[in-house]
């Protein structure tokens, strides 16, 4: 069976974004094959939304980035949380917490009135 | 984390670091990329099919680079950036547009930015003083018919006693000092130097409010009557004859051979109206002295208004005081008090000349502005395929709007910045060709106010020459461009032909006006004055005082005036108190003819005064009507005796024979009823634009003035100047000859303003004739290479050639019929204005506009002519084959 890829809601990929940047940096390439993987192929990170997002995550001081070499030797531009994005993940977390049970509770409350 | 600096400044920042910006983003995305392709060559892939693969899935880089720097920048000012090295690189590529506009904007913007400047400098600013915009001068008035006709006659000089009174009584204002003009030969310091100065009463320095750079100024204990002469120099002449030399002051000169100690030196640029004042001195008036019984009217006045107190409530004030001493003493009757802001004193005769200049360099730049818009049009409309590929590529209309108005402003940036450097340069001509006394500014410059002006009216220009094919480029339907291929859809050809008849219209008003001017100054310079002005040295002298008794001066004169008859070339001379026409007279006053009832002071007639030597009238060719001029034997006979002038006589002796009457002036301490001798031509009075006014002739042994006016008719005024000064100095080595010159050359510098206006007017209005002329050559040069397919079959169909031509010449003519009709119009409408600065030509000149019109035909038909022959050479198969 085919499994359906899902475009990411925008505030949604900052939240994944910052969380998987919580275990330790990353560059965008392996950002992306990540939140991917872990997905079980059902998130696509389009790769048009990925750079525009990291440079504004940047831009708000969540993250900060650095050049460094990669473990195959290979330089590229590795992303890490300063502490407010880990504040910021923590909150966003929470907040994406809230809104997904809520929006459970409303789905099931619909099906049961049905 | 390293400190962040605020988000403006970093986004500020970011401009300058966009490309390193760019670099770093290319590189991440490129390993973004590369390790897609080693994902999919691990997948079995081979490299090259990798790569492809990897570019599709990523996508384009360069529009993720564009979103993050619009993250991370200023999108605007870096789509503008970028816009600019685009317009920079198509600017590059056609020189030829880019040097037509960029010229046209130096001219207009340079012109206006050279006018500003002056405007800015002799209207604008502060004046030199603190609190400039308080100091006022004060005059005597009078009502017009009692001397002359001129405005300039309203005001009077002074009289000490309303001078003292007026200082007395006012509440409105405060200092009142008087200063007078007054010309001394300083000896002992280098050569013999005629110097002007000032003489003043003790307010002048603490009303003007300027202190000394060294020493002191004048104190009430110097202004005393007989006390030691003192002076305070200007720093041009303390620098120039005293080397700078801070022990000047304390050091005793010789002026006009009297002792006089340095006691101050003013600070470099100090000056009070004149330019050329390099000394100040008290004038010494005894203020108990009961001026009105023994002297007449002859200083200046200078107050200051009291702070908060508006000029109308000064006025009020004064003409009340005034009124109340016309009642009060007989001397005062009918005289009044104006006062004259200095700001006005000092600008009056050139404000006028200067509107009107800056009205005619702002139709100069309009004309500049309609001929860019025209190019700007022209270059849109054949880009127009290029806009419309872009537009299908996604461009928005604003961004093309945008990147139009980038290239215009950038253009007209580009024309500021060299208009800024004519302007620079035709400063430094101004003053060159200007007199001092014109201006009375030492220099003209440009500065930041200036700067920002050229910058302001740069960017405005722009806009302005911009946005209409801004938005006519932008509102086009973009499929019909790209069907049409950019070739065959006429490009707004009624705004382009809008545009030319604005410019030539304009050029005629242009045209028009220095027609007027230079009629003006061609009428002037031609004008009958009542003497022969050709071949006619002047020189001026001043007999120092000290040296030289009543009749000691006469007889100088004399003996000088023989010494330059004798010398080669010279055909006569003479002399009198002052230039003739230019000169002031003498004075002027009450007179009296025996045998008529004499009447109260108030209602005498009014004679002018001047002083002349025998020869005078023949050496100027002035026509000797009835009787004879002064003769050596009359200087030797005790018998005294008047001359009129034919004015005199017209106006007050109509029914008489003026050789039988006697007159009397009350002039000097004794004065005698005296015949009239003779009645000589009128000379014009004041300027050469001015009639001649009722005069009395003294000669000099009358009236034995010190400084002399010499007049040598001579057929060689070159080597006659040398020998002549030669001579005086035989005589008397210690005496200064100045402003040595032709009659002629004097008489032209009394008319500088109005050559000035003409010269500047003129340069305008041929720049305008040029760009007009460019315009609709640009125009036609269009039109012909938009029709050659037609007219390439025409002549294929065996149109005449003539005929070609003949359609586009007039095609071009029927442009400029219209556009000189509508200036025609306009020019005899606005230029009403220029009245008071015309001469002996009126507003609606018909020969003015005739000789404009016919200038203009000539050069429109010249530049549709060239357009037309080249439709002429048109290739019929070619122009075919083009398509």
Request: aromatic fraction near 6%; hydrophobic fraction near 45%.
């Amino acid at each position: 069976m085919a499994v359906r890829q899902f475009d990411l809601l925008q505030g949604t990929l900052d939240l994944l974004i910052l969380k998987s940047l919580n275990t330790g940096a990353n560059h965008g390439y392996g950002i992306a094959t990540r939140l991917h993987q872990l997905s079980d192929d059902v998130l696509k990170v389009e790769e048009g939304s990925l750079y525009p997002a990291l440079y504004r995550l940047e831009e708000q001081g969540l993250i900060e980035s650095e050049w460094r070499a990669t473990e195959n030797n290979r330089k590229a531009k590795f992303y890490s949380l300063t502490r407010k994005g880990r504040a910021a993940a923590q909150a966003e977390h929470e907040a994406w917490l809230r809104l997904s049970k809520a929006v459970t509770r409303v789905l099931k409350a619909l099906e049961q009135g049905a | 984390m390293a400190l962040r600096m605020p988000r403006f400044i970093r986004r500020v920042m970011a401009l300058f670091t966009w490309r390193r910006r760019d670099d770093d983003m290319a590189r991440e995305m490129a390993f973004h990329i590369d390790a897609l392709a080693r994902e999919s060559v691990r997948a079995g892939m081979s490299d090259d099919e990798a790569q492809r693969e990897a570019r599709r899935r990523f996508g384009s880089v360069l529009r993720q680079k564009e979103r993050g720097h619009d993250v991370k920048g200023v999108p605007l000012v870096e789509d503008i950036m970028r816009d600019i090295r685009h317009i920079a690189r198509g600017l590059r590529k056609s020189l030829g547009f880019t040097t037509a506009v960029v010229l046209t904007l130096m001219l207009g913007i340079g012109g206006n930015t050279a006018i500003f400047s002056v405007i800015d400098q002799l209207l604008l600013r502060p004046l030199p003083y603190p609190n400039g915009e308080q100091l006022v001068t004060v005059y005597e008035s009078f009502p017009r018919s009692t001397f002359g006709t001129s405005a300039r006659r309203m005001r009077n000089v002074v009289s000490p006693a309303n001078w003292l009174d007026w200082q007395r009584e006012s509440r409105t204002l405060r200092g009142f000092a008087v200063y007078r003009a007054f010309s001394g030969t300083l000896t002992g310091v280098g050569d013999p130097l005629q110097v002007n100065s000032q003489v003043v009463s003790a307010e002048f320095f603490p009303t003007l409010g300027v202190k000394p750079l060294l020493g002191r100024t004048l104190t009430p204990e110097d202004d005393r009557p007989k006390a030691p002469l003192v002076s305070v120099l200007s720093h041009r002449l303390w620098e120039s004859r005293f080397g700078s030399d801070p022990k000047a002051v304390g050091r005793i000169i010789r002026v006009n051979d009297v002792p006089v100690e340095i006691v101050g030196v003013m600070p470099p640029g100090f000056r009070f109206l004149y330019q050329d004042v390099d000394m100040w001195g008290a004038i010494q008036l005894d203020r108990n002295e009961a001026w009105r019984q023994t002297a007449g009217r002859f200083v200046n006045v200078v107050a200051r208004l009291k702070p908060g107190v508006a000029i109308g409530e000064a006025r009020t004030e004064m003409e009340a005081i005034g009124a109340r001493l016309a009642a009060t003493y007989e001397f005062n009757k009918n005289s009044s008090v104006t006062i004259v802001p200095l700001r006005e004193e000092l600008t009056g005769e050139v404000q006028t000349s200067l509107i009107v200049l800056y009205a005619a360099v702002g139709v100069l730049l309009s004309i500049a502005c309609f001929n860019v818009a025209n190019l700007l049009l022209a270059r849109s409309a054949s880009r127009r395929r290029e806009i419309a590929i872009r537009t299908a590529l996604g461009a928005g209309r604003l961004a093309i709007i945008r990147q139009l108005l980038v290239e215009s402003l950038l253009l007209a940036v580009v024309g500021g910045a060299l208009g800024v450097a004519l302007a620079r340069l035709s400063l430094d001509a101004l003053v060159a060709f200007a007199p001092a006394d014109l201006l009375r500014v030492p220099e003209l410059y440009v500065d930041r106010r200036v700067l920002m002006y050229a910058l302001g009216l740069s960017v405005m220009t722009g806009l302005v020459v911009g946005i209409v094919p801004a938005i006519l480029v932008a509102g086009q339907s973009m499929v019909a461009s790209i069907r049409a291929g950019g070739l065959t859809v006429t490009h707004s050809p009624r705004i382009r032909q809008a545009l030319v008849i604005c410019q030539v219209a304009m050029t005629v008003i242009l045209l028009c006006g220095a027609g007027l001017l230079v009629r003006t100054i061609i009428a002037l310079n031609g004008a009958n004055s009542g003497f022969d002005k050709q071949n006619v040295l002047t020189m001026e002298l001043v007999l120092p005082g000290a040296r030289y008794k009543a009749e000691q001066r006469t007889s100088f004169y004399a003996q000088t005036l023989a010494a330059i008859r004798a010398l080669p070339g010279v055909e006569s001379a003479a002399a009198a108190n002052s230039l003739a026409v230019v000169g002031p007279p003498r004075g002027g006053s009450w007179w009296h003819r025996l045998g008529t009832p004499e009447l109260p002071p108030p209602e005498r007639p009014v004679t002018l005064i001047r002083v002349v030597t025998p020869g005078y009238f023949r050496t100027l060719r002035i026509p000797v009507l009835r009787g004879r001029e002064f003769t050596d034997a009359d200087e030797a006979s005790p018998n005294q005796s008047f001359i009129v002038n034919e004015a005199f006589a017209r106006q007050f002796l109509k029914d008489i024979d003026p050789l039988a009457a006697s007159v009397k002036v009350w002039m000097q301490y004794t004065n005698p009823y005296l015949p009239i001798i003779g009645v000589v031509g009128d000379v014009s009075e004041g300027s050469v634009r001015d009639n001649a006014q009722p005069t009395v002739f003294y000669s000099h042994r009358q009236m034995p003035e010190f400084g002399m006016t010499l007049f040598v008719r001579t057929s060689q005024p070159g080597a006659t100047a040398a020998a002549s000064v030669a001579a005086i100095r035989r005589i008397d080595s210690n005496l200064a000859v100045t402003k040595i010159r032709t009659l002629e050359g004097a008489l032209a510098e009394s008319v500088a303003r109005e050559r000035l206006n003409a010269l500047v007017s003129g340069a305008f209005a041929l720049s305008g004739l040029i760009l007009a002329s460019l315009g609709l050559y640009g125009l036609l040069t269009f039109v012909v290479a938009e029709r050659t397919k037609e007219i390439g079959i025409r002549i294929a169909l065996g149109a005449p050639l003539g005929w070609l031509k003949g359609s586009v010449v007039g095609g071009g003519l029927r442009l400029v019929a219209i556009g000189a009709a509508i200036g025609v119009g306009a020019a005899w409408l606005v230029l009403r204005s220029m009245g008071t600065l015309l001469f002996g030509v009126t507003p609606g000149d018909v020969s003015t506009y005739a000789a404009v019109l016919g200038l203009l035909a000539a050069v429109a038909a010249l530049a549709s002519y060239v357009p037309a022959r080249r439709a002429a050479q048109v290739e019929p198969l070619v122009a075919l084959r083009q398509e």
